[in-house]
């Protein structure tokens, strides 16, 4: 069992930026694919970025084309915890933020393929 809990949503102007973080409780944190997605109101929760086991202590980094160049996902092992650095917001990128937790070590943009989810927090990016 993975529980996680997100936190550094806020209200921010368009252009700034905003770093989100989840920890996760639980053992073997290393050995779990972590993912970011969010859901604006009125839309279905879509992907964002993920982190993908890929052996030894290195993981590949997978983004959504509407986020690529501006978004970056990183984890810290030895804190279990999975951070978000979003650049450059629009107000499109408007939403509810959740952390999510696999153990498929493979490239997963799917919201089936996530076992573990986070509570959400909210980022609100103002023209």
């Known amino acids: 069992q993975v529980q996680l809990v997100e936190s550094g949503g806020g209200l921010v102007q368009a252009g700034g930026s905003l770093r989100l973080s989840c920890v996760a409780s639980?053992?073997?944190?290393?050995?779990?694919?972590m993912g970011w997605f969010r859901q604006a109101p009125g839309k279905e929760r879509e992907f964002v970025a993920a982190l993908t086991w890929s052996g030894g202590i290195t993981y590949n980094a997978d983004y959504a084309d509407s986020v690529k160049g501006r978004v970056t996902i990183s984890r810290d092992n030895a804190k279990n915890t999975v951070y978000l650095q979003m650049n450059s917001l629009k107000p499109e990128d408007t939403a509810v933020y959740y952390c999510?937790?696999?153990?498929?070590?493979?490239?997963?943009?799917?919201?089936?393929?996530?076992?573990?989810w986070g509570q959400g927090t909210q980022v609100t990016v103002s023209a």
């Open positions: 639980g053992r073997s944190f290393s050995r779990y694919d």
């Open positions: 999510a937790a696999n153990a498929l070590r493979i490239v997963a943009r799917g919201n089936h393929e996530y076992a573990y």
